[in-house]
């Protein structure tokens, strides 16, 4: 992936260095984890798929983040002085590409004009507008502020291990959380949370089935245009595909809960399902293709 070649996003907020909050900041709640929408199923399930995808044994990364985890750090400087490494010059770099694609998409598909989310890197914990959160909350989505958060260990911990393999895989999460931003946007994701609301928890979990399937296929919209630039290679979208097949709620279900999937409690869609609206992005390029609720089979 030549992500070097992209151009960086000033609208990153780095919260790496310092912090102004109180360790005393609660943790993100299961109601709010509802809200955000985004990969994080929990660390658990981060590190079945670390160890899934990159050989490695999942205790390792439980004890890596529980150890971090466990004592919220105590308030440093309220002066934060961004740190610039790998990590930051990746994900701006994958952001500012998000931002140059769905602007031009925007304009020539919808019409209109593109606003771009903030994206704020933290380590161990953040506060948003949706709550406060962990490692654990994986990275996520918040429509109150349109803020996508990433915590930077986990992907710190992935190119420890896997080094330059992991960077689509990296730049996949990130695409699919500014899927999020962009079904805000459109307000899909508003009249989800209003449906959900007052819906049994079996429809609600399919809403939020939908809606991340549909994050999904808006991800591989941007690596439609990514990859006909140069920029990813049909070896990432091939890692993308096999990531996509490793983060099902069926597949995750089998790995940590014995092997007894429960198709009801989905909340992400089957490994097949995310692989399919993936790639329907990807091989189209096309928004209008991304209509997971028009549809009865996903």
């Given at each position: 992936m030549k992500w070097d070649e992209?151009?960086?996003s000033d609208n990153v907020e780095d919260q790496r260095d310092g912090s102004d909050e109180s360790s005393e900041s609660s943790n993100l709640s299961t109601s709010s984890v509802g809200k955000l929408g985004g990969l994080g199923a929990g660390v658990i399930a981060l590190a079945i798929i670390a160890g899934l995808i990159f050989k490695i044994d999942p205790a390792q990364l439980l004890s890596l983040i529980g150890g971090t985890n466990k004592t919220a750090p105590a308030p440093q400087a309220l002066v934060k002085t961004p740190i610039k490494d790998r990590d930051s010059a990746f994900v701006k770099s994958v952001l500012g590409d998000t931002e140059d694609t769905w602007e031009q998409i925007f304009k020539k598909q919808l019409k209109t004009n593109y606003q771009a989310p903030k994206l704020v890197l933290f380590d161990g914990y953040v506060n948003?507008?949706?709550?406060?959160a962990k490692t654990s909350a994986g990275p996520?989505?918040?429509p109150a502020d349109k803020k996508v958060y990433l915590d930077m260990g986990f992907f710190?911990?992935?190119?420890?291990?896997?080094?330059?393999?992991?960077?689509?895989?990296?730049?996949?999460?990130i695409a699919h959380e500014v899927g999020h931003?962009?079904?805000?946007?459109r307000g899909t994701s508003g009249k989800v949370r209003q449906l959900k609301s007052s819906s049994s928890k079996a429809k609600a979990n399919e809403l939020s089935v939908r809606i991340e399937l549909q994050a999904d296929c808006l991800a591989g919209v941007w690596g439609h245009f990514t990859a006909q630039r140069?920029?990813?290679?049909?070896q990432d979208i091939t890692k993308a595909l096999n990531t996509a097949t490793q983060i099902g709620d069926d597949y995750l279900q089998q790995q940590s809960k014995r092997g007894h999937v429960i198709p009801e409690s989905f909340t992400h869609g089957t490994s097949q399902q995310r692989v399919t609206w993936f790639k329907r992005g990807l091989d189209t390029g096309n928004i209008d293709q991304c209509d997971t609720f028009a549809t009865s089979q996903l």
């Open positions: 992209m151009r960086e948003s507008a949706c709550g406060s996520f989505y918040c710190k911990y992935l190119e420890a291990t896997a080094g330059n393999d992991a960077d689509f895989a990296r730049a996949y999460a931003h962009i079904q805000n946007l140069g920029l990813i290679s049909d």
